[in-house]
C-alpha cells in the first residue's frame, strides 16, 4: 500500500461512515484501529522497500496484532513497529534502576537487544486539530526520553498523520460529508505542529538530545479533495494558504518522503550494515 492509496482508503473509510451512521459513525471509525492500521502497513511496505527483511518487522505485515512492548528508563511502552536485529541474543534481563518499575521486575529481550530494535510509532489527528494539542504533544516529546535515557543508540521514529481540513459537525450529524472552510486558526494550529514536530525531529547520534526522534513524518493531508491531497512542503501549503502569511514553519524533512531511507541510513552508520535485512 502506497501512501497515496492509504490516505484515499481512510477518506472512503471515514466518509462512508458517515454517510451510514453520521457522528456516531465517524466516531467510531475514527477511533478504531482498522484506520490507523493502514498507515501501519505504508510504514512497513517503506521499510521492506529499502531492503529490510519482512521477518524481522513486528507485527508482520498484514498483521495488527503482535506489537511489542519495550522497557524505557521510566516505564514500558508498547511500540506500534518494532523492526528486530538479526545479530543479537534476546536475554530477559532485571530491570535494577527507577522509574515506574516494581521490585523485581525483569524484561524479556535485554538491554543490548533492544538498543538494536529500529522502532517506528504511528499516530493521526483526523478531526478537531486543535483539541488536546499540548497533551499530544507532551506524550510525542515523553516516549523517545523514555527510552533514549535508557538505551542512548536506539533509533526511534514517528509518523503523524493530520487532516488540514475539518469536517463540518453540523452535516455530519445529519450524515452528510461536509468539511468546513480553511479558517485562519485552524491555519494557526497547523503551524504549532509543524513547529513543534521539527523540535523533535532529525536526532542525528546518541550524544544528541533524547527527547528527539531520528525521523519524523508529519503527513498533512486535504481529505476534502479526491484523491486526497498529500502536502509535502512549504511551497505546497502556502499556495493553498493553509499556513498564515508570513509564517516561519518550515516542512524541510518532515514529509514521509525519506522517512524510512533516513532511519536505516542512521541506524546503519550507528550499528553497522545488515543488522537489519
Request: glycine share 6%; with cysteine.
Amino acid at each position: 500500500m502506497t501512501l497515496q492509496d492509504c490516505v484515499n482508503n481512510i477518506k472512503t473509510t471515514v466518509e462512508n461512515a458517515i454517510t451510514t451512521n453520521g457522528t456516531a459513525g465517524k466516531t467510531s471509525v475514527i477511533r478504531s484501529q482498522g484506520v490507523i492500521n493502514m498507515l501501519h502497513e505504508v510504514v512497513k511496505t517503506s521499510l521492506i522497500n529499502v531492503g529490510v527483511n519482512a521477518n524481522l518487522i513486528h507485527p508482520p505485515l498484514g498483521q495488527s496484532n503482535g506489537e511489542k512492548t519495550l522497557a524505557g528508563f521510566l516505564k514500558f511502552k508498547k511500540q506500534d513497529i518494532c523492526v528486530f536485529p538479526n545479530n543479537k541474543p534476546q536475554i530477559v534481563e532485571p530491570l535494577d534502576f527507577n522509574g515506574l518499575y516494581a521490585t523485581g521486575v525483569t524484561e524479556p529481550y535485554g538491554e543490548l537487544f533492544t538498543e538494536h530494535i529500529l522502532s517506528v510509532n504511528v499516530r493521526s489527528q483526523l478531526s478537531s486539530i486543535g483539541n488536546n494539542i499540548d497533551t499530544m504533544y507532551e506524550r510525542t516529546y515523553a516516549e523517545p526520553l523514555n527510552l533514549h535515557r535508557r538505551l542512548p543508540k536506539m533509533v526511534l521514529g514517528e509518523v503523524y498523520l493530520l487532516s488540514v481540513r475539518e469536517l463540518d459537525s453540523a452535516q455530519v450529524a445529519l450524515r452528510n460529508v461536509a468539511y468546513k472552510p480553511h479558517t485562519a486558526s485552524v491555519g494557526r494550529y497547523i503551524e504549532r505542529y509543524i513547529k513543534g514536530f521539527a523540535a523533535l525531529n532529525m536526532r542525528s547520534s546518541q550524544r544528541d538530545d533524547d527527547f528527539k526522534y531520528e525521523r519524523v513524518a508529519l503527513i498533512l493531508a486535504d481529505f476534502s479533495q479526491t484523491p486526497v491531497k498529500i502536502y509535502r512542503n512549504n511551497t505546497e501549503l502556502n499556495a493553498d494558504g493553509i499556513l498564515p502569511a508570513g509564517s516561519t514553519a518550515d516542512m524541510t524533512n518532515l514529509s514521509y518522503d525519506g522517512f524510512v531511507d533516513r532511519l536505516t541510513e542512521v541506524y546503519d552508520k550507528r550499528f553497522g550494515t545488515g543488522i537489519l535485512s
